[in-house]
């Protein structure tokens, strides 16, 4: 069965550096999210994506976050110069075509701690 | 603001029924899904309700009211494996692609 999988698995990076989150959607998928999940709270949308442009990015999605598909594969998440607070499990998710279709693919995750 | 609210804790009993509500408040309303998480899993897909009434898959049933802005999961002969986190997810318009998650239910099953 196709799945969503991000790459890697768990991320340790000081504070102020610069870090990529990598995921490959369902290879026939459309749209594509990040969201991210602070350690025992609601999972908060960051970002869609969708044609090879950013559909709509919530407010925690600022200049410090970007979003890529360097490829028909990956999606890239970046995150500059980062914070403590960025400390969190990140997920990749897709969807495939279809507006009326609302089942998204969640990833694995992955758990980016900051020291 | 935007708000969606649900029980942060529920235990039931194996074989039993649970009922897990969501309320919303959020400046645009196109549908609600619901998604299951294990203790360190990732969120996988319920259901969804674009309509009022109610969606059954399975043991797993939605329901929906748009104008009380509520929604509910109701889990029917509960097994141990159920026991996971549930969250409501709005998705705030016809043309948007935008999602945004309650605050999650844990649920319990006791044997």
Not at chain 1, 6 to 34: A, D, K
Not at chain 1, 46 to 62: A, G, H, P, Q, R
Not at chain 2, 66 to 78: A, I, K, M, N, P
Request: proline residues 3%; charged residues 20%.
């Amino acid at each position: 069965e196709p799945e969503v999988t991000q790459t890697p698995s768990h991320q340790v990076t000081q504070m102020g550096q610069e870090v990529i989150l990598r995921c490959v959607p369902i290879s026939n998928h459309l749209y594509f999210y990040w969201y991210r999940q602070i350690l025992g709270q609601k999972v908060e949308f960051l970002v869609s994506f969708y044609n090879n442009e950013i559909s709509e990015k919530s407010e925690i999605f600022d200049d410090q976050f970007s979003v890529e598909r360097p490829d028909g594969s990956n999606f890239t998440l970046k995150i500059r110069s980062t914070k403590l607070e960025d400390s969190a499990m990140y997920f990749c998710a897709s969807r495939h075509q279809g507006f009326s279709n609302n089942e998204q693919f969640f990833g694995p995750g992955t758990r980016l701690t900051v020291l | 603001g935007q708000s969606l609210e649900q029980p942060s804790e529920v235990t039931a009993v194996e074989g039993a029924i649970v009922q897990i509500n969501c309320t919303y408040q959020t400046s645009g309303f196109y549908g609600l899904s619901w998604y299951q998480q294990h203790d360190g899993g990732a969120p996988t897909f319920l259901s969804y309700n674009a309509l009022d009434g109610l969606e059954e898959t399975g043991r797993f049933s939605s329901f929906l009211s748009r104008s009380d802005s509520y929604g509910y999961l109701l889990l029917q002969e509960l097994q141990m494996k159920d026991s996971a986190s549930y969250f409501c997810a709005v998705r705030e318009g016809s043309g948007t692609y935008k999602y945004i998650f309650g605050t999650g239910t844990r649920l319990k099953v006791l044997a």
